[in-house]
């Protein structure tokens, strides 16, 4: 008899390490999507289809809109001015074709809308993040 593990424990072996990696991962989303939940700013995750896909509850304090009420719409319709509209696409589209964003990562302060009809300006960073559906995320307060 061999000392060696059959074909069949081998597989076993895999499938329990799979198993593992996959909790661990699971478990990875779950801490990040906390954290995303519970942030002390606005947090908005947009998906490569400029569709929001992460609203966190200082977003909702913030901007006015309940979670359920923007999920999946576009950010050009909830947030982004009409005239503003168009750099943000093409900032996609050039993102999309060359994986650079000359706005990402760094503090801007720009004029979202916000459910009341106003428009105000805030402070946001907008970050490259392929996480738990979003491609992008902003980190968002207002301007004082």
């Not at 198993?19 to 999507?33: K, P, Q, W, Y």
């Not at 992460?54 to 309940?66: D, M, Q, S, T, Y």
């Not at 093409?90 to 979202?112: D, H, I, R, S, Y």
């Amino acid at each position: 008899m061999s000392d060696k593990p059959s074909i069949a424990e081998n597989l076993h072996a895999i499938a329990d390490k799979l198993a593992d990696a996959a909790d661990t991962i699971e478990g990875n989303f779950r801490a990040v999507a906390a954290l995303l939940e519970h942030t002390p700013t606005a947090f908005v995750g947009i998906n490569e289809a400029s569709r929001i896909v992460e609203w966190n509850v200082h977003a909702e304090k913030l901007f006015g809109w309940e979670k359920i009420a923007v999920m999946g719409k576009q950010i050009t319709e909830v947030l982004i001015p009409e005239r503003l509209r168009g750099a943000h696409h093409q900032g996609m589209k050039v993102f999309n074709e060359t994986g650079v964003g000359p706005v990402l990562a760094k503090p801007l302060e720009m004029p979202c809308l916000f459910a009341d009809g106003t428009e105000r300006k805030v402070h946001l960073t907008i970050y490259h993040m392929p996480v738990n559906g979003a491609h992008f995320g902003a980190f968002i307060s207002p301007v004082d």
